[in-house]
């Protein structure tokens, strides 16, 4: 098996864990082997630490999940002070991206600036695309073209680390906002986020969730990412992300048939806390037995990753 290299990094597989499902990687070193997964993307770092949104924040349904976490987390003080240093003692090398996610460019701008100086992670991950995160009349930052050159304008003179731009799946020329993410420098690009959705208890008319509506999740998802990356591989020259629906190998390889680089394993880790490893391992072996289709896009890109001393 060789190791993937993106934006710099050696990732020993295609497969990371995708930001929300694995908290700052605490659950990992529960369940795996550190070797058994490419690496893990963190929950969404805000410059204040957020409650989120009231209980309850996850409900399953037949085809999927619906979640409205509200980017619940401790905050950048407490990331930087405790969450940082514990994963540089539990997590070696594995690569790990932090998400970031602001209500504002200068917000998105704290985050980063607050972090570059620290050692423990290789990348960041923007979250301009979360649907639990109301601005701009509901749309997150992914769906407003000038607020989205906004945030990088604030953000890219601020890292010398790689910046990975998440994207919402309802946008409707997502090839167009990935390309005008590279153009204001962005090295990378993740699709997708989830979808917004809405369910009700038949019973009382009641949402299932607190919250009211949420983000949509799990194997409905498949086809939704896998035109997203379609598109977006095929307008922009950075790596690409593929997310959504991922819950085995197989579905990873469409994702890579489609022009992903690398992919992540989101909802299928709450039913299955193994199904990353699962995935990783099976990509590896139909790149043992077929080179040919894995990957379908070419995995080294140019990036940046600071050395430490």
Not at 29 to 45: A, C, E, F, N, R
Not at 51 to 60: K, Q
Not at 202 to 213: D, F
Request: hydrophobic share 40%; glycine share 12%; net charge neutral.
């Amino acid at each position: 098996m060789r190791p993937t290299r993106v934006f710099g990094i050696d990732f020993q597989h295609p497969v990371l864990l995708a930001a929300g499902t694995c908290g700052f990687g605490e659950p990992v070193i529960d369940v795996m082997d550190l070797g058994d997964i490419g690496g893990i993307v963190t929950k969404s770092v805000t410059p204040e630490p957020r409650s989120g949104n009231p209980a309850p924040r996850v409900a399953e349904y037949r085809h999927g999940m619906l979640n409205s976490v509200g980017l619940a987390n401790p905050g950048l003080e407490a990331v930087r002070r405790d969450k940082l240093p514990w994963m540089r003692q539990h997590l070696g090398k594995l690569p790990v991206i932090v998400s970031v996610a602001g209500h504002t460019p200068e917000e998105y701008g704290q985050v980063v600036e607050g972090l570059e100086g620290e050692d423990g992670f290789q990348a960041f991950e923007l979250n301009l695309s979360c649907p639990n995160d109301a601005r701009l009349g509901g749309r997150p930052f992914a769906l407003d073209p000038e607020s989205l050159q906004a945030v990088l304008e604030v953000v890219r003179p601020k890292t010398v680390r790689p910046l990975i731009v998440k994207l919402a799946p309802n946008d409707p020329d997502i090839a167009s906002t990935a390309a005008l993410a590279v153009a204001h420098g962005a090295d990378g690009i993740t699709a997708v986020n989830t979808v917004p959705g809405y369910l009700t208890h038949g019973s009382t008319g009641r949402p299932v969730l607190g919250a009211g509506p949420g983000g949509t999740s799990g194997p409905a998802m498949l086809p939704v990412g896998l035109a997203a990356v379609r598109q977006v591989a095929q307008r922009v020259d950075v790596p690409v992300i593929g997310v959504g629906g991922i819950l085995s190998a197989d579905d990873a390889l469409l994702y890579f048939q489609a022009g992903a680089t690398m992919v992540g394993v989101g909802t299928g880790s709450f039913a299955d806390p193994r199904c990353g490893p699962r995935v990783a391992l099976g990509v590896a072996r139909a790149q043992s037995a077929a080179s040919n289709v894995y990957p379908a896009r070419a995995a080294t890109a140019p990036g940046p990753v600071p050395s430490k001393s």
